[in-house]
C-alpha cells in the first residue's frame, strides 16, 4: 500500500517530465536492442562456423598411427639397461594403419551408454587418372546411412542423392573441387589408382562441398565396402573409428580410457580444435564488450536526466519531506523512476531486438562456401534476452542510486528558506 | 483537558556557523497547550522561522530539547521524526507549496496516504471534506498549479489537517497574500479554532492578526520576551 504510493508519485513524476523520460527509456532500448541483436547475430556466426568444422568432427577419433616402435631392442638389452640411449633416424616397421580387433571395439563403445553413435572410416590415397594426368586425391569409405544420422552428410551433398552411394556399387561422390578440375558430371565413370597400384572404376553418383575448399578440391566419398574392395581388404579392415558422444565434453575422458583399453591412439574434438573454441570465445568477448558499453552509455544518459529531475523537483522532494516522507521514501521514489525507465526501455528494447533478430535472419547470405546457408544465421538463445534484461535493470539501478541518494539527503529547509 | 502541553521547547539554542558563529536562538523556553491558537511576532531576522523549523522536527541541528506530546523528539532517527511529521505536525508555508503534479484532491490526501492507515475511498472523503470547510470542493480535480495563489494557500491549510494533527504550524502564512485573501486565510484559522480547537503555532507579522489569537510570542533576538508569558 505504501509502495504503491511511492509508484504513484514516481509516475507523476516521470508524466511531469515525460520528454526526458522518453529520452531515457530510448536510450535504454536502443542499447538493449542492439545488445540482443548483436549477441544473436554474433553467435549464430559463430555457431555456422564452428559448425562448419565441429558438425563435421567426430567428437573421438579411434585410429592407428604409423610410428616406430617406442620399446626399442637397445633398451631391453640388459648391458645397456644403466645408459642413456639414443638412436637417431628410427624408421617404423610395416604396420597397418588398420584397427586391430574392430569389432571388439565397436561393440564396447556401442555398449557405453555416453556414446551417440559410431561412423567406421577407412581413408585411401587415390590418384584421378584424368587423361594422361593424375590428380591426387582421398577417397573416405564411409558407413553411409551413419555417417549422415551423425555427421549430417546429406547437407554437403549438393548435387545426386546420397543414399546412391550405398545402393550403387562402386559409386563415388567426388568433391566439388575434384569434379570441377576432372570436368566430371554425375553418372560419369571415373578411374582410380590406389597407392597399392589398383585401379577401380567408380561411377560419380553427387557432388560434396564443405565450403573449405581446400578440402573439396581433394576429398571425395565412397561406401565402405567400395573402400574396402578398392584396398583389397576384408570386411574388417577399418582405419578410422568416429565417435559422436551424447555430451562433447565427455570426449577427453572417454579418449583417453579407450586409448588405455585398447592400446590406440584417440583424439578427442577439445584437443584438436582448440582453435575455434577460442576464436568463438573472443567474438562473444567482443560482442558482449559492445553491448555492455552499450548499456552503460544509456545508464549515463539516465544519470544525468535523473540529475536534472532531482534539480527541477527540489521544491516537491522538500514538500514531500515537510509532510513526513523519510528520506528512504524519496531515494525510493527516484530509485523506482529509473527501475521503471529501465523496465520498460529493457522490455520494449528486448522485443525490438527480436524482432531485429527476424530482420537480420531475412537477409540473404548465399555463399559459394556455405551450400547449406541462404540468410544470415542468428541465435535466439533465451540466454542473451535473460542476461539484456537483467543487465538494463542492473545498469539503470547504479545509473538511478547516485541521483536517488542526492535526493533523499536533500534538506527542506534549506530549500523553504531558500525561498 | 485544555491544560494537556501539545508541544515543548527547554532552553532551545541555535547556532549558525557560516560566514560566522551567530547565536540565532538564545534559550527559547516555552509551550503551547491543547486547543490553544499561539502566533509569534518579532522583527524580521529575529529567528521566528528558525524556531518554527526546530519545532516542525525538520531542524534537527539544536541544543536544548524538544517535547511533542510529552515525548522527547531530541535526537531521534530521521525516519521517526519524518513520521511525527505526517502524524501529529501539519505545517503551512508562506510559499503555497504544493505538489504541481497532482490534483487538489491528491495534494490534500498525500499525507493520509502516506500514514496509510486508511483505504483511499475513505481518504478521499476525508479530504473531500477538509476542502469543503474552505469552500474549494468544486476546485478538487484541478491540477495544482491552476489556482490563484488565496486558493492554493486554502488547499494547503486542508493539506496540514488531513491527519488529524496535534499541532498546525505556519510560517507567515498570510505574508504572500494580498488583505482579502490574507482575511480569507486568517478567518479560516480563526474558524479552525473556534470550531475544531485545533492547536495552532503561526508566526505572523500582521499585529490584526496577532491580536486575534489566545496569545502572542514576542520575539527579539533569537529570546522570547517575557512579558506575554
Ligand atoms: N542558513 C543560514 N546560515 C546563516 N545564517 C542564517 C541562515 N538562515 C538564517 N540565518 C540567520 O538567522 C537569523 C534568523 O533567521 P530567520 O529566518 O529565523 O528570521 P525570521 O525571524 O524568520 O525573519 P523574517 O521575519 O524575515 O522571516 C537571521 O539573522 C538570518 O540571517
Ligand atoms: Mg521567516
Redesign the pocket.
Known sequence: MKFKLIIEIAFALMIARLKQTIVAATGVVFSITMFVALLGFMNGLNQLLDGLILNRTPHVRFYNEVKPNPNQPIDQAKDFKDFYNIIRSVKPAASRTSIYNSEALIKTLESDKRVLGISPKISVQVFFNVGNTDVSGIIDGIDVVEENRLFAFNDYVIAGNFMDLKNTSNSIILGKGAADRMMASIGDVIQATTSQGNRVQLKVVGYYQSGLGDLDNVQSYASINTAQKMLGESASYVTDMQVKLKDFNQAPVLAKEFREIFDIDADDIQTVNAQFETGTQIRTLISYMVGVTLLIVSGFGIYNILNMMIYEKMDTIAILKAIGFSGRDVNNIFITIAITIGIVGGSIGLIFGFLAGLGIEKIPFETEALPTVKTFPVDFNPKYYIIGGVFSLVTTYFAGFFPARKASGVDPVDII?GK | MKEKVVIEAKGVNKY?Y?PVK?Q?LNDVTFQVKRGEFVSVM?K????????LYILSTMDTDYEGQLFLDNELVTGKHQNFLSQIRNKKIGFVFQFHYLLNEFSVLENVMIPGLKLNQRSREELEHIAMEKLKIFDMQDHAMKKANQLSGGQKQRVSIARSLMNDPLIIMGD?PTGNLDKKNSDIVFNIFKELAQEFHQTMLI?T?DQEFASGTDRIINMEDGRILKSEM
Open positions: 528558506r | 549558525f557560516s551567530t540565532v518579532g524580521s531576522g529575529c529567528g521566528k522561522s528558525t524556531l507567515e508566526v507579522h
